[in-house]
Structure formats: C-alpha cells, structure tokens
C-alpha cells in the first residue's frame, strides 16, 4: 500500500474521508484501527494530536498552532469573564455572571463546581463548553484557543464538549421518542452512513447507561419516570463520544431515592470513556462524593472563585469562610452531634444584589471575620499548602 501522504492514489476511505490525506490515516490503515459504528469520528480523536494540526495548517498555508497546555489539560480558562447587560433600555447594567475566572479541567478529572443559585455555576459550565461567548478571557480545547480556531475545529471542540442539564423534564423534546432523541445528534453531526450504524450507536449507548434499548426506544419522555430521563439525558451527551462533559446539577430534581444511582452511572461512563467533568452542585456532600477521592473542587460566589484545590482536603478542611459557613450549614443527622455543632453566624444571612458587590472582597458583607481591607481591596487567589483561597486572612 503506498503512502497516502504523498498524495498516492486510492480507493475511497472506508471510515475517514481524511484517510486519503493524512499520515495518521494512513497508520489507521495499516494498524486496521477502527472506530465504528461512529463512521468518519476517527478524524475527531486525531485532531488533538500535534502533527495532525501542523498538517491541516499546511495545508492552509498557516503556521501550526502551538498547545498552550500540556496533554493532561482537556480545557482550560484565563480570565474568563461573562458579563450580562440588565435593566431598562435606558438604564443598563453590567451584571458579571463569571468574573475573571481561571480554572482547568484534567483528563479523567472531575471539577467539582460548589456554590449558592446565583453564583455562576451555570453560567462557568454553558460558557466552557460553547453555549455562551466568554465577553473577556480565553478558553482553550486541548491547548488550542477556542477564538482562534477554524471552523472545523470549533465544531469538533463543539462535538467534544457536551451539557447534561438540569432539569429532564424541559430537555428532552416531548414529541419526539427516545430513538429520535438520541438519533438527532448522530444526523446532525454526519456520524453514521446507515440504519444499521444508527441503531448500534443508540443501542449500545442505551444499554451503558442501563436501560434496555428495545423498551425504551419507542418510549415518549412522558412515559418514563425521572431517573430515566435523566439516563437518557446522559445517553444523548454521550453518543457522540465526548472528552468534557458539564453536568449541571443532573440529580436536583430527581428522587433522593434516584440520585445516588445516577451519581453511581456518571462515575462508571468516567471510568470507562476517560471523561473529563465538571460536576455543578449546590451539595457539597455530593461534590465529595465525585470529586472527593482525585478530583477537584471550586467554590464560587458572585461569579468569582473564593477556595479552588483538592476536593477532599478542601471540603474536610475549608479555608475560606464562605466555604466554612457552607460546610456548617450542612445538617447532622445524629441528634447528640447536632446539639453541639457550631453553625458559622453570618453578619447577613442574604447575598448582596449582583449589581453592586461589595467593591472589595465579595463576601465581605457577611464575612464574620471581615477586616477593614476586606471592605476596599479585592483579594487574589493564594495558595496555601494544596489549596488556593481568595481571603485576606491568608
């Protein structure tokens, strides 16, 4: 077989329509490497790698992009910041839903994202993965800048970075069964040529998140219970093999009964597919549950990061107030315990209005250790020991 980068000819690719052109493809051809029933996806898991990109900027006549961060980091963000604009049409305001916010993702990690409604967790997730433009800042895929990539490589860093929503009863298209559901990201994406690739996908996607394909693929989302839809939630994001995944709250409004068992299914599709995720919750149990052993966690209020390190030594041992005040909040359920737990006393019990922060620390308002510099100076992220705490007390 000649060498397809030397533009040799040969017949039609029978999985990547890129094989003919690339040296990867060509030792996907030698190696027999398959990545079926996903058709065409094997260009997907290539366009991370350094000599692919080079070889697609050639082709354009660029200079290839150099990674900004290392393979481990799956994305990251500089200085991100979201800003809505609210109030009256002649009265407008700049409301900061994410403020400067840096953070990274590692692969296989989870990033456990804490805090009060309010506080940005969404709006950190919908921007990392496309949902929103970022109004300052950088994300990067893989080391790549979002804003500066190609159309094609955006849609793939579109493809790779998945949502699980919070609510599954809104996500999920009522008219629609759970077989069209999940069929409608395998069409638009191209990444099936038949009936038969389809079907194996969506069966095979079905049964690893435990539900029986030929039950439920004929089901309506009013037919199934919440824990169910969920699962097919899960199943639509991860039909198209993704590396990010943000699962927003994905347990919130399912039964206590329900959600550890769903808890329990994202960690096992983790395990198996190498996802990286960012799990948001306003439970700091559940966050140690998914983060507590490897991973990570954040603390955020007023779209700013006050604790960022360790899930398990953060949430053991918290050095923020904010975090603190959080983990005092949590009910003991043994009565003795209970009656001697020392609840942190706020100085305010209410968040102040988003639009006029506190022009110093955020927390400040309610911090029971607040300082005069507290009040004046916003305080930087520091590390302390594993941890980075954003508190003048450090």
Known sequence: MSNPSQGSPRGPAPVCPYLQRTPQGYVCSITQRSVNPFGWYCVFDYMNCPIYIGHLSRMAGVKGPERKYGEDVVIAAEDLSVVFKVGSMFSKKDLYAVDHINITVNRSETLAVVGES???KTTLGKTLVGLYKPTTGRIYFHGRDVSTMTDEEYRVYRLKSQYIHQDPYSSLNPYKTVYDILAVPLRANKLVHSKAEEEKAI?????SVGLNPKAYINKYPFELS???RQRVSIARALLVKPEFVVAD????MLDASLRLEVLDLLLSVQKEMNLSILFITHDLGMAYYMAGERGRAAVMYLGSIMEFGPAKEMLESPLHPY???LLSAIPEPDPTKSRSKKVMKLRSLDPPNPLRAPPGCKFSDRCPFA?????????PLKKV???WVACWLY
Request: charged content about 30%.
């Open 371 to 379: 300082m005069d510099r507290c009040f004046k100076e916003r305080p």
């Open 226 to 228: 919440g824990g169910e």
């Open 118 to 120: 309010g506080s940005g």
């Open 385 to 387: 020991g594993n941890t």
């Open 323 to 325: 975090t603190q005040a």
């Open 203 to 207: 069966f095979e996607t079905l049964e």
């Open 249 to 252: 709250e994905p347990v919130t």
